[in-house]
């Protein structure tokens, strides 16, 4: 079976991979909990429309950081490439084009909150403003979701892939795995039994904890000089 070589080339890509990843978690969270969360609620457009008229900059804050988290996943997506091909050609090209499907489609749900934001910049012109405003909001969740269930599949065959790795510990693919098992579960959910989706919501720890944990193990990695065993 063909594992990595821990070599200071393989190190210094893993750790351009860990600081991407980081970037990534930061925003993506970031975006999501601390920025937009707060101020949407899907029961309530009137509220929403208030919320985001009355804190613009952090509606667009949000949107921001969701930009530079899929420049990050797509460096992300193709660095990941150039560190497992040699291990398994075919699946390691099939994980990144799985995960640039995701950044596509997260990347394209963007434009739903710019929708969402114009709608609501006219409100004094559209009488019905905050509910369309709404649907654009909840058409952003929902891509979001759909690009969750490509990234599963990337996480289920990068768990296979850092597990088969020999320089990473097995631990580290099976919390990838478990991580892509979440997200496909968690999507099928929210698009197909939504009443279902907050009793799951959760799980979605797992998914942080295992993501952050190979992160931080990609920023420690150390490479072997080949000169060393000569």
Known sequence: ??????????????????????????????AELGL???LINFGDADATAAAILAAPGQFRLAIAADLVMALCDAGLAILLYMIFRTIAPG???TAMVFRLIQTALIATSLMALLTAWLFLAQADQLSD????ALVFLDLHAHAYDLGLVFFGVNSLIMGLLVGRSGVF?????????????VYLTGSGLRLFAPEWSPVFAPTYALTIL??????????????VDRAEFT
């Open 129 to 132: 403003a905050s509910s369309l």
């Open 91 to 93: 699946l390691a090209l």
């Open 169 to 181: 510990s097995m631990a580290f693919g099976a919390g990838l795995a478990i991580a892509g098992l």
């Open 1 to 30: 079976m063909t594992v990595l070589t821990n070599t200071p080339d393989l190190a210094w890509k893993a750790r351009l991979a860990g600081l991407l990843y980081l970037v990534i978690i930061i925003a993506g969270l970031g």
């Open 36 to 38: 937009r969360g707060p």
């Open 210 to 223: 295992a993501e952050t944990a190979f992160c931080l193990r990609l920023l420690l990695q150390k490479g």
